[in-house]
């Protein structure tokens, strides 16, 4: 069992993550000796979220900029911090390294927050469970599936982050955390 269990501590993964329009082709059943045309429509625009995951509950916590910065990671850290208002509770988060994750703007404002940052190694998004969220969002939203306009495409997106999430919470508990020993 790890320390946190012992505590009033979270434990939250976070990410930035560039979701744009893009029709991502992923499976499908054809005839032998047939195509299959798959209408693609390839918006360069990306969305750029900020967003932390609790394995506890599945509770997720996200936020929409038009651009991710230092500024943008100090600001969403305040955002954590106001959703979980305990002021004796310690939130630990693990992100990677990214630039804007390490920045002086997020290590400045760190000094005086709840939250404990707990960097990743590089190049290891296996040890990030958000990424295996971001595999479930893509089975609903862009694989073999195509968006007429961008504003759709960002519609269904923040759909399935406020509604969708929580009527499949057995898949993604089962699908996150799988593999996820080494918490324990």
Same mark, same amino acid.
């Given at each position: ?62 936020k929409d900029y038009e ?8 600001? *969403?850290?305040?955002?954590?911090? =106001?959703?979980?208002?305990?002021? /004796?509770? #310690?939130?630990?988060? @693990?992100? &990677? ?52 306009? *961008?504003?759709?495409?960002?519609? =269904?997106?923040?759909?399935?982050? /406020?509604? #969708?999430?929580?009527? @499949?919470? &057995? ?14």
């Amino acid at each position: 069992m790890n320390q946190v269990a012992f505590t009033n501590d979270l434990v939250l993964f976070g990410d930035s993550v560039h979701p744009s329009q893009q029709t991502r082709p992923a499976y499908g059943s054809v005839k032998k000796g047939k195509d299959r045309l798959l209408e693609v429509k390839s918006g360069r625009k990306p969305i750029n979220l900020i967003d932390a995951l609790s394995l506890e509950d599945m509770d997720f916590v996200y936020k929409d900029y038009e651009t991710i910065n230092g500024l943008s990671a100090v600001d *969403f850290l305040k955002k954590i911090e =106001a959703r979980y208002p305990d002021e /004796d509770q #310690t939130i630990h988060l @693990i992100w &990677d390294g990214a630039g804007y994750h390490t920045c002086l703007e997020v290590q400045e404002y760190l000094k005086t927050s709840r939250i404990k940052v707990h960097y990743l190694p590089p190049r290891s998004p296996n040890l990030n469970a958000t990424e295996r969220l971001w595999k479930i969002m893509h089975e609903h939203l862009s694989n073999n599936r195509t968006y007429e306009k *961008f504003k759709d495409f960002k519609k =269904a997106l923040f759909e399935f982050f /406020d509604s #969708t999430m929580g009527g @499949i919470k &057995d898949v993604l508990v089962s699908r996150i955390t799988h593999d996820l020993l080494w918490l324990h």
